[in-house]
């Protein structure tokens, strides 16, 4: 279990930290006849810009706290959750990364990019960190979801003390007193 729950904490910390770098960085130039090209701007798009990738891996601490809070069968509906937010996070990583480019380039085109005039020429550098660190950390909350549906019945739960009071175990009769308010 503690395994498991590291993984999901190192996933969330990798998904969101690779969601906020930056996926494109697209500078323009200008060419100028006899003199060379000037750089007029440069913006960077994010993971985040693309999808709320970052916003979706916090989930995951979500369902942290959901795995020690349950038992039995419930349980196994936050490992099916791990699983399915996993998923999305390595699908939106890759796609991601994949389209970043064209996406970078069609917002400069429209002037949506601050700092990049539109109708220049443009460059876009794709540095693959951000869209690996997302993919990295969708399949460790994958894994993680997955570890929770094979062997999450068997984990311990939280104690009586976290328990609501129809929950809790009734103590034995004439035994009225905790053990340790004695005599």
Same mark, same amino acid.
């Given at each position: 279990?503690?395994?498991?729950?590291?993984?999901?904490? $190192?996933?969330?910390?990798?998904?969101? /930290?690779?969601?906020?770098?930056?996926?494109?960085?697209?500078?323009? $130039?200008?060419?100028?006849?006899?003199?060379?090209?000037?750089?007029?701007?440069?913006?960077?798009?994010?993971?985040?810009?693309?999808?709320?990738?970052?916003?979706?891996?916090?989930?995951?601490?979500?369902?942290?706290?959901?795995?020690?809070?349950?038992?039995?069968?419930?349980?196994?509906?936050?490992?099916? $959750?791990?699983? $399915?937010?996993?998923?999305?996070?390595?699908?939106?990583?890759?796609?991601?990364?994949?389209?970043?480019?064209?996406?970078?380039?069609?917002?400069?085109?429209?002037?949506?990019?601050?700092?990049? &005039?539109?109708? /220049?020429?443009?460059?876009?550098? /794709?540095?693959?960190?951000?869209?690996?660190?997302?993919?990295?950390?969708?399949?460790?909350?994958?894994?993680?979801?997955?570890?929770?549906?094979?062997?999450?019945?068997?984990? &311990?739960?939280?104690?009586?003390?976290?328990?609501?009071?129809?929950?809790?175990?009734?103590?034995?009769?004439?035994?009225?007193?905790?053990?340790?308010?004695?005599?």
């Amino acid at each position: 279990m503690q395994l498991a729950m590291v993984a999901v904490l $190192a996933g969330v910390m990798l998904a969101v /930290t690779g969601a906020g770098q930056a996926w494109a960085r697209v500078s323009a $130039a200008v060419e100028l006849p006899g003199i060379g090209s000037a750089r007029l701007g440069g913006a960077e798009v994010t993971g985040n810009d693309l999808a709320p990738l970052g916003a979706l891996a916090l989930l995951g601490l979500v369902l942290l706290v959901a795995v020690a809070a349950t038992r039995g069968r419930g349980r196994w509906v936050v490992g099916l $959750a791990l699983l $399915a937010l996993g998923g999305a996070l390595v699908l939106g990583g890759a796609l991601g990364g994949a389209r970043v480019s064209e996406e970078a380039v069609e917002r400069a085109e429209q002037g949506l990019l601050e700092g990049v &005039p539109g109708g /220049t020429g443009l460059r876009v550098a /794709t540095p693959p960190g951000g869209p690996v660190m997302v993919v990295a950390g969708g399949l460790l909350l994958a894994l993680a979801g997955a570890e929770a549906l094979r062997r999450g019945a068997g984990w &311990p739960a939280l104690g009586d003390a976290f328990r609501a009071p129809p929950d809790r175990a009734q103590p034995l009769a004439g035994q009225d007193e905790p053990p340790w308010e004695g005599d």
